[in-house]
């Protein structure tokens, strides 16, 4: 079972930066679906980017040119660079693997992006 922790959220105005980290207990060498997800309050959770083994990334359009996902499999982590924060940004960010037909989550970390 990969277990996932998620760090680096918290208050930014607007137009600043924040980059989330997200360490998995095991090694992400071989994991070909892994991202971010981000749930605001009273909506559903939706992804925000994706990243493949082979580094293939895919973003939502509300983020593409301010979000970067990243991945350093030397040390099982997987980054999201955050620019241009947007109110509309705040959320709760989760990480999840997707691995061998099952899927994992951490249990998020709090953006919130003042106007």
């Known amino acids: 079972q990969v277990q996932l922790v998620e760090s680096g959220g918290g208050l930014v105005q607007a137009g600043g930066s924040l980059r989330l980290s997200c360490v998995a207990s095991?090694?992400?060498?071989?994991?070909?679906?892994m991202g971010w997800y981000r749930q605001a309050p009273g909506k559903q959770r939706e992804l925000v980017a994706r990243?493949?083994?082979?580094?293939?990334?895919t973003y939502d359009d509300s983020v593409k040119g301010r979000f970067t996902i990243s991945r350093d499999n030397a040390k099982n982590t997987v980054y999201l660079q955050m620019n241009s924060l947007k109110p509309e940004d705040t959320a709760v960010y989760y990480c999840y693997v997707y691995h061998v037909g099952l899927d994992y989550w951490g249990k998020g970390t709090l953006v919130t992006v003042s106007s």
């Open positions: 095991e090694s992400i060498f071989s994991i070909n679906d």
């Open positions: 990243i493949t083994s082979v580094g293939t990334t």
